[in-house]
């Protein structure tokens, strides 16, 4: 049992200090506190998954008034978030599926129209912005198509280089 | 009823339909949003790598400064070779008086044949000039040395009438355009051009120093900038930054970029260049209440001090650390019949600088450290009395100094006859830095300067009524920052200045209003066409490249704290101590565990063999399998330094030095950093290297073969 116990502390230790670099990284003053808008990118560079309503709704607990989230309670709410391995990736069949969802026709793609209306017309809105981020890398120039297996993939391998850790 | 019942169907169909089609949105935009939020975290971490490894290489210079004091203090010289030796390093190569310094740069004899088709120049400067120059330069082409030289003097001349503090108004030219550093780097200041349009009586600009280093075309943008500056004196203000400064020039690449283009005369330009750099003015002032300095202020800035000092007496602003020399004071007190025990600079500055005239150049021929410092000492001593003398002389006519009182002040490179408040003024505006919290504390990290809070600048602007800083010295991802509440604007103009990718440049606009504008930019046309992943991954690559350099640099530091985690010697340690075993070695305060997947690619069930690991890292960098792998570790670490102390060594700057001078750096050296290094692994490290030209070492070859991360294409 204290074997275990000690496993559980070391790994918890572990979490703590991997949850603190991220914040850090993002703490722009070196004062323990990062802007609340900047808390979704770094939950998710801890290798979460979660989408904006699950973002706002972990903001919402330790948000200051301010708009600043303090380190000490990022830190609480974060590490139970990991142990309880919340927010799990989304497989890669089940993004294929979702993808397929929005192809109409089954032909492999889908037309940069459809893709735009779907993105900023429902589900968690991109914006503008993020709507052209995304078509400036996905989109075949020539046929203004997304053919989703090829940027899945693609997505896909630059993730596996970079996940940050295996809890 | 037929047909409604499909009605139905086909209505819930598409309303399942609908509601796939919502929940597929939902996945695919949290699945982006999950991809684009990595990508930020990879950018900022890339980020940091190189602001820490800038920094980092900062303290080369404090590691520098360490080597001459431990020369000087601590290390006995074995020989009368040894000594000589050692005393060149502290000796200046020549200094002039000013008709000395026109005859020696004199450029009339210069003639400039018929084959040249580059541009010419006549003076006084006309518009026309300038167009030419631009076209030559995008050209490729190179200004011929003579016109070089010509247009030095022609520049210091103007240089010397100006105020230590220029006064911009706006009520004049309505605008006024600030840039930040450049280094070398003609396509930002062509675009910065382009899209602003050239200097004229009705654009004003401000070039907020760091002109040089680093980037390949310093030389084209001063040529560039003092034309202007030139053609239209109330329009274009300079100002000095850190790195218009000899001794910064040593190591950070202008006096390298000079003697490659111009073989002949380079000495020459080099010279009159420096003569230049310390007459650029300190700071620029807008409307009296924007003031415009390169690296900052600190608690002890005194406007009305910079406004008085003699600014040109700064030729370098670098030098060793203070010592502390009790025992020399009395001699200066008798010399001077002052009771006070020398505030001065006198006292304390007489620390062994890098070059002193000394009046006879004969070194001490006993075999006594003593002796070889009082020798040292005494030389110094010497420097001051003349100083001195000269000093009461100026200080009794405070508004006419003369020609040559001025002059002759110059003739040491060292202002150790200055005040050490004076001293202390200049270096804080161009080495300071803000920081987040409040106070003033010592710049460590540069080695000079201060780091300086808000409440610093608060109570500065107040002294003043000023309104804001603007300051540059510090490379912003998106090319401007505003920080003590906005009351402090850094401005960098060096896009790519890490690697194509990495920043922003940017430039700010002021009109009466005060208010500034900004306008972004990036030079280099593949960084738009890349996507944003491409450009984080290309920046990303070559952060990591220096990363894994430093690493191997650190090898037998990190086996030691590898194995101190390695209790039962089984080769192992889990990734979580070798993060902290890493930065306890390196000291970078990087996010060790957010970057680890780039830097160790196997690991057994969370175990890291650190062993194997080490030798991959060792094999990346160039096999030099028969060179000492500590010592190879050496010269990586000290790539910098190393090249400094040879450039020094080379007072003729033919970037070569002698077969028995590379042989007494590397002695010096490895004493200093207490490694083994015998005579033969000398000679293995000269014969590894095809270098050797009829018995002088070429070390820019030298060095060139241990470098790892490739310098950027020009």
């Known amino acids: 049992m204290a074997e275990q116990e000690k496993g559980r502390d070391g790994l918890i230790a572990e979490i703590e200090k991997k949850i603190t670099e991220a914040f850090e990284v993002f703490d722009r003053e070196s004062n323990k506190t990062v802007d609340g808008r900047e808390i979704g990118c770094i939950i998710r560079s801890l290798g979460c998954f979660p989408n904006e309503a699950e973002v706002q709704e972990l ?21 139970e978030v990991l142990l309880d391995r919340r927010f799990q990736p989304i497989p890669e069949d089940v993004i294929l599926h979702a993808f397929e969802a929005l192809d109409e026709n089954k032909c492999g793609y889908i037309t940069k129209e459809d893709l735009v209306k779907h993105l900023t017309e429902e589900g968690e809105r991109f914006t503008q912005e993020e709507m052209e981020d995304m078509l400036v890398v996905a989109l075949d120039p020539e046929t203004n198509t997304l053919h989703y297996r090829d940027y899945r993939t693609k997505l896909v391998v630059d993730e596996t280089k970079i996940f940050p850790f295996n809890v | 009823m037929g047909s409604g019942s499909s009605v139905n169907v086909n209505y819930k169909y598409s309303l399942q339909k609908s509601e796939n089609a919502f929940k597929a949105a939902v996945l695919i935009q949290q699945w982006y949003r999950r991809h684009v939020a990595r990508l930020e975290m990879r950018r900022r971490c890339t980020w940091r790598i190189f602001q820490s490894i800038e920094y980092s290489c ?70 026309d000039h300038a167009t030419a120059l631009l076209e030559a330069f995008q050209q490729k082409q190179q200004l ?42 003609l396509d930002d200041l062509f675009l910065i051009f382009y899209k602003n349009g050239l200097p004229s009586p009705s ?13 390949k075309q310093s030389l084209e943008i001063l040529v560039i900038l003092f034309t202007f500056l030139l053609i239209y004196p109330k329009e274009v203000h300079l100002n000095r930054g850190n790195h218009e400064d000899h001794m910064v020039n040593l190591r950070y690449g202008f006096t390298k970029e000079v003697m490659q283009k111009y073989k002949v005369h380079g000495k020459k330009i080099l010279r009159m260049f420096q003569n230049v750099f310390c007459w650029l003015p300190l700071a620029t002032l807008i409307d009296q209440k924007v003031l415009i300095i390169h690296g900052g202020i600190s608690d002890t800035t005194d406007l009305e001090m910079l406004e008085k000092i003699q600014r040109d ?43 002193l005239q000394p009046q006879s150049a004969q070194a001490p021929n006993t075999a006594n450290r003593l002796e070889f410092s009082r020798w040292l000492r005494q030389t110094v001593q010497e420097q001051i009395d003349t100083c001195r003398r000269l000093m009461d002389i100026s ?58 809070g808000p409440d610093v600048t608060e109570k500065f602007l107040d002294k003043y009524s000023l309104q804001f800083l603007i300051r540059s010295h510090e490379c912003k991802q998106e090319g401007y920052e505003f920080c003590h509440n906005r009351k402090v604007l850094t401005i960098f103009s060096a896009s790519n200045y890490y690697e194509i990718g990495s920043n922003r440049g940017a430039y700010v606009k002021l009109g009466p209003d005060l208010i500034p504008h900004f306008v972004q930019y990036q ?29 191997f640099a650190h090898t037998s530091a990190l086996i030691t704290a590898f194995r101190s ?149 020009s």
């Open chain 1, 59 to 79: 903001l919402a607990k330790i948000e200051e008034p301010d708009g600043f989230v303090h380190l000490e309670n990022f830190l609480r709410v974060m590490t």
């Open chain 2, 58 to 127: 900062e303290q080369d210079q404090i590691k520098l400064h360490n080597f001459f004091s431990y020369l000087m203090d601590q290390f006995t010289p074995s020989s009368s070779k040894e000594r000589d030796f050692i005393s060149r390093m502290f000796i200046s190569g020549e200094s002039y008086k000013e008709a000395e310094l026109e005859k020696y740069c004199d450029y009339e004899s210069i003639e400039v044949p018929d084959s040249y088709t580059g541009p010419h120049l006549s003076f006084p400067l006309l518009p």
């Open chain 2, 144 to 185: 011929h040395a003579r016109y070089v030289l010509n247009l030095l003097h022609e520049t210091r001349k103007h240089l010397k009438q100006l105020p230590n503090i220029s006064h911009v108004s706006t009520c004049y030219s309505e605008e006024v355009t600030v840039c930040g550093d450049l280094h070398g780097q």
């Open chain 2, 203 to 215: 654009k004003s600009y401000v070039f907020n120093g760091d002109f040089v280093d680093r980037g």
């Open chain 2, 313 to 355: 007496k700064f030729i370098s602003v670098l030098r060793l650390k203070k010592r502390k020399e009790s025992s020399r004071k009395p001699q200066i007190e008798a010399v001077n019949g002052e009771s006070e025990a020398g505030t001065d600079a006198a006292g304390n500055e007489a620390a062994p600088r890098l070059s």
């Open chain 2, 395 to 452: 200080e009794s006519e405070p508004e006419e100094l003369t020609y040559s009182s001025v002059v002759s002040l110059k003739d040491v490179d060292e202002p150790c006859w200055t005040r050490q408040e004076e001293w202390k003024q200049v270096l804080d505006i161009l080495w300071s830095d803000p920081m987040p919290q409040e106070g003033c504390r010592e710049n460590k990290v540069r080695g000079g300067g201060c780091y300086f």
């Open chain 2, 523 to 551: 030079a280099n046309k593949t960084a738009h066409m890349l996507t944003m992943t491409q450009r984080i991954s290309r920046v990303e690559e070559s952060a990591f490249r220096a990363l894994r350099e430093k690493l």
């Open chain 2, 565 to 713: 985690y390695d209790g039962d010697n089984t080769g192992k340690i889990t990734l979580s101590n070798w993060a902290t075993a890493v930065e306890s070695v390196l000291r970078l305060g990087l996010p060790w565990r957010m970057l680890r997947p780039q830097l160790v690619r196997s690991t057994e069930d969370g175990m890291l063999e650190y062993k194997s690991w080490l030798d991959d890292l060792a094999m990346e960098q160039r096999s030099q399998e028969h060179i000492q792998s500590s010592l190879l570790e050496v010269i990586y670490r000290n790539r910098s330094n190393l090249e400094t102390i040879f450039r020094i060594i080379d007072r003729d700057h033919s970037g070569l030095i002698s077969f028995e001078e590379f042989q007494q750096t590397w002695k010096l050296f490895s004493s200093h950093m207490n490694i083994e290094l015998t005579d033969d692994g000398i000679n293995d490290l000269v014969r590894s290297i095809d270098f050797n030209k009829d018995g002088n070492i070429d070390f820019n070859e030298f060095l060139e073969a241990f470098r790892l991360v490739k310098q950027r294409p």
